[in-house]
């Protein structure tokens, strides 16, 4: 098994539900994230690293921002791995990439499995690439042992629930709402029917994201899925901090505020 299935396993012996952060690799610099990385691990399940993109059409402002601030700085996909390796020597922690098709393509599919695989990275998220699609993709990710996760959404039929739990592997990351990621008062009682739908087509841990803001919803999210996915909410905290020398231990009492440990 590799690190993200560990880490499911863990959870489910223990009688525990999982954590998921998601940063913007870059915002507000590499360094940052870095020590991000490393400070996020003790509370996560696993931790999404976004790769910035200029056209981030799933994202609502908040992230959208966060990827403004981060193309404003000169790397690469590159070195997003590289700051995703210089962490991995201090965590076990699994780390997925979360990113747009495009970014990836550019990169090269074959030369990116691989760049992956070195870095310590677990697996690839890839928002607007379907099941369809994505064979070539999911071949070279299986050659190195990595995942591939996608989404599901309330709107998706059975038979794309049955076509994602065919391809998907590590987890399956289900989207409370339809519309893009920011955070709201409620989640949608849409999630939950929508993880009951697809836990009759695969085995796969669930986790539930787009919306969820405060301690409250992390743990509604908790009595039907198996882990709760956090995005906008930490990254308009990070915003709202700005440059603040101390922004890496903000992060870590927001963080510890959200999870209640």
Do not use: C
Not at 31 to 51: C, F, K, R, S
Not at 75 to 98: S, Y
Request: hydrophobic share 45%; proline share 5%.
């Amino acid at each position: 098994m590799g690190r993200i299935a560990d880490a499911f396993t863990t959870l489910k012996r223990d009688g525990k539900k999982g954590f998921v952060p998601y940063i913007t690799a870059g915002d507000p610099d590499l360094a940052t994230t870095e020590q991000l990385l490393i400070t996020l691990a003790p509370h996560a399940t696993l931790i999404e690293l976004g790769v910035p993109f200029s056209d981030p059409m799933a994202d609502g402002p908040v992230i959208q921002r966060a990827s403004e601030r981060a193309l404003k700085h000169d790397f690469g996909l590159q070195n997003i791995l590289d700051t995703a390796a210089r962490a991995r020597k201090q965590i076990e922690t699994p780390i997925i990439l979360f990113s747009y098709y495009n970014p990836l393509l550019q990169f090269g599919l074959k030369r990116l499995a691989r760049a992956i695989k070195d870095a310590g990275v677990d697996g690839v998220l890839v928002t607007d690439l379907t099941p369809e699609e994505s064979g070539e993709f999911e071949v070279e990710l299986r050659a190195h042992g990595l995942d591939m996760i996608f989404l599901i959404a309330p709107t998706s039929t059975d038979d794309r629930l049955k076509l994602v739990a065919e391809h998907a592997s590590g987890f399956i990351y289900a989207v409370s709402r339809a519309g893009v990621t920011g955070t709201r008062e409620t989640v949608s009682a849409e999630a939950e029917k929508l993880v009951n739908r697809m836990r009759q087509f695969s085995s796969l841990p669930i986790a539930v994201g787009f919306g969820i803001s405060n301690a409250a919803q992390v743990a509604d999210v908790h009595r039907y899925a198996d882990a709760v996915v956090v995005g906008s909410a930490i990254v308009a905290e990070m915003e709202r901090l700005e440059d603040a020398p101390e922004i890496v231990d903000k992060i870590d009492q927001f963080l510890k505020r959200l999870t209640g440990h």
